[in-house]
């Protein structure tokens, strides 16, 4: 029982719905005040219960990530774990010193210097001076701002200050560190650094909560992953397993799209569905890494129109774009005779990494210029495939190809 | 854990944001650090020209300014550290809302800034009592000691404030004419001997009439301060600050909840 460092016993947090108690005036206050004799059932609709009866037990050296859809409950689990604020009911004990990358940078003071930030927000987060002193080039060195050390804060770029920030939060060498989205700081090269410090304070047997909305960073980085919903625990476990099941019911598998009403009323042609098989040609299954898929398009002619191009994009969970093809790369004309058709976009084989995805399909004039329809996210559909909690791939897709080299050889 | 111990742990901090507050108040400022007398300063010539040259206010042989200036100081430094220290959650609402340190460093801070240019006026006192050909007795040992019971009864009044700030905004502007009217209602201006005697009881409940009394006795007329009244002064401070920081440390807690 003495490795656990973070205990939630039967933790709620409630909230005024009226932020705080920010009257108009004195007399507003007063009728609350007097309001308040009678004592107000917990279930009023002035109060919202953030967090209801989680409990939590995280135990030393652990890395857990959070998920929930906004308002789920993180923030609120968050600044309970960072002690900035306590339960309104239950007990929240922890081991240990915490550190908290919650928007770093807070603390930061934007008439001062860089160099005067380190020292000031170094002591905010419980450094000594010395400590500061000792870790200060590796701080700076880790932001990448040497140059700009006695420069103003309010001089500095957006992600220099943020850079700077968490250059200093990731050296206070806590027992607990509280990540909340902050790998999504600064560039790739400086996302790779985070997430090495990450790595690094992971192997020292540091206790990590990590809050993400980046799913792939949390299957990488967790042992096991929690998900909030509605102020409760829904699910943990796993993180494949748990990240799979938030993403199926944030993200319904809508197979195919119903008609709606096209983009441009007047359009001679209009999308009427989006449809994705795998390889036994079932719609709303897994589509198999290595084996056949393809996307089916079914188009309605509602006019005189000549070589139109279909397109399609596929999306990530974050609705990023991952790469479009259309009907004209590969050289296809589609049938425009018929008040109906359809169009297979083949995958064989399908090469995106294990995870959800998203199609967002439109119908363009000849030039590809003009949208007849769009149809945004038009399908999702999950993939069976290699996974990124093994690292042994990155991203989202894994394209065809093999390693050589002098002396090197296959196992 | 034991809220003492935390507060040692804690000084650098205090002593940092101590140092943020004085070179973020007076960078990209021309006169700098002079602003600190200026205050004190600029009052100094108004009232002497109020109250000495036109109402003749009794001083009891000292010159005006000279005797308007050795409270001012102090007064100032009360003022200053009462505004600041009220606003200190809420000005620093970022970092409260963000990140836990225990909240009391930012008032601890604030005395601490706001007692740089106590020191700078200090000296500019200093400089007055030699213009004015002053001597100086032993009885201005009393001055520290003075100063730490005001130091005591400020952060007894800002641990209340600045915790009712962050829900009433009102504090904020009650402050400022609360301050006007208090420093009349404090031997500043005018010599204690100028209150009547009826009221002299009901004006001794000030904290501040005998302390800011006190600083003038010892600076300029070379007599130790009212120890008995002081006395009462310093029990009553000390279950003020016992009950206002515990409060303030409850309050404290939910405090990211609210600013």
């Known amino acids: 029982m003495n490795d656990i460092a973070i205990r939630f016993d039967q933790v709620s947090k409630r909230y005024r719905l009226r932020r705080g108690w920010h009257f108009s005036s004195i007399g507003e206050a007063i009728g609350r005040i007097r309001r308040r004799v009678r004592p107000a059932q ?53 081991v240990g010193k915490i550190g908290a990358l919650i928007e770093v940078g807070a603390g930061f003071h934007f008439d001062l210097t860089g160099r005067e930030n380190v020292f000031l927000n170094g002591a905010i987060m419980g450094m000594s001076r010395a400590e500061v002193e000792a870790k200060f080039d590796r701080i700076v060195a880790f932001a990448e701002i040497e140059q700009f050390i006695d420069t103003p804060i309010k001089y500095y770029s957006s992600g220099m200050a943020v850079r700077l920030g968490f250059a200093v939060a990731a050296h206070i060498n806590p027992d607990i560190l509280v990540v909340d989205e902050v790998l999504a700081v600064g560039d790739a090269s400086f996302q790779a650094k985070c997430l090495n410090k990450l790595a690094e304070l992971r192997e020292l047997d540091k206790t990590i909560i990590l809050v993400s909305h980046n799913m792939s960073n949390i299957v990488q980085h967790c042992d096991r992953v929690i998900w909030l919903d509605h102020g409760k625990i829904r699910a943990q476990g796993d993180p494949e397993t748990i990240v799979e099941q938030y993403l199926q019911e944030v993200q319904p598998r809508s197979a195919s799209t119903g008609a709606g009403p096209a983009l441009d009323a007047d359009a001679p042609i209009r999308i009427v569905s989006v449809a994705v098989r795998n390889h036994r040609d079932e719609v709303g299954q897994p589509v198999v890494y290595g084996a056949r898929a393809c996307v089916e398009v079914e188009y309605a002619v509602e006019g005189p129109i000549s070589d139109p191009v279909i397109g399609v994009t596929f999306e990530n969970v974050n609705g990023h774009a991952l790469g479009g093809l259309t009907t004209r790369l590969a050289g296809f004309k589609l049938e425009v005779t018929q008040p109906r058709g359809v169009a297979r976009l083949v995958l064989d084989p399908v090469i995106f990494t294990r995870g959800m995805y998203k199609i967002s399909v439109a119908a363009l004039d000849e030039r590809i210029q003009r949208f007849y329809d769009f149809r945004s996210q038009a399908a999702t559909f999950s993939v069976d495939g290699p996974s990124l909690a093994t690292r042994e791939v990155s991203g989202h897709v894994v394209y065809p190809h093999h390693w050589e080299g002098d002396g090197g050889h296959k196992e | 854990m034991n809220p003492i111990r935390e507060l040692v742990q804690y000084s650098y901090l205090i002593l940092s ?18 602003w600190a007398v200026l205050q004190p300063l600029s009052l100094m010539i108004v009232f002497t020209l109020v109250f000495d040259k036109v109402a003749r206010i009794p001083t009891d042989g000292t010159p005006y300014p000279l005797f308007s200036f050795s409270a001012l100081i102090f007064w100032s ?18 970092l409260v809302r963000k990140i836990y340190f225990p909240r009391e460093t930012l008032l601890l801070a604030v005395m601490l800034s706001a007692s740089l240019d106590l020191a700078i006026a200090c000296a500019m006192l200093g400089v007055l009592l030699v213009l004015y050909g002053s001597t100086i007795s032993w009885t201005v040992l009393w001055v520290p000691l003075l100063l730490g019971l005001q130091v005591l009864f400020t952060l007894a009044l800002i641990c209340f404030t600045s915790a009712v700030h962050v829900y009433f905004r009102d504090i904020g502007h009650a402050l400022s004419l609360g301050l006007q009217l208090w420093m009349f209602a404090t031997p500043v201006a005018y010599p204690m001997s100028v209150v009547p005697q009826s009221v002299r009881s009901w004006y001794l409940l000030n904290p501040m009439a005998p302390i800011i009394d ?35 440390k409850r309050a404290e807690r939910t405090f990211a909840d609210v600013i």
């Open chain 1, 42 to 94: 917990g279930t009023s609709p002035e109060f919202f219960w953030a967090l209801r009866d989680v409990n939590l037990q995280i135990r030393k050296g652990e890395s857990v990530g959070l998920i929930g859809s906004n308002g789920a409950g993180k923030s609120t689990a968050l600044k309970i774990l960072s002690r900035v604020t306590v339960p309104t009911k239950g007990t929240f004990s922890a």
């Open chain 2, 214 to 248: 006190g600083y003038r006795r010892a600076i300029l007329y070379g007599q130790p301060p009212d120890l008995p009244r002081l006395g009462i002064v310093l029990l009553f401070v000390t279950a003020l600050l016992f009950l206002t920081y515990f409060g303030f």
């Open chain 2, 17 to 34: 944001f101590a140092r943020r507050d004085i070179r973020a108040r007076y960078k990209q400022t021309a006169l700098g650090a002079a």
């Open chain 2, 77 to 94: 430094f009360f003022s200053t550290s009462m505004s600041q220290g009220t606003f200190a959650m809420t000005s620093n609402s970022n």
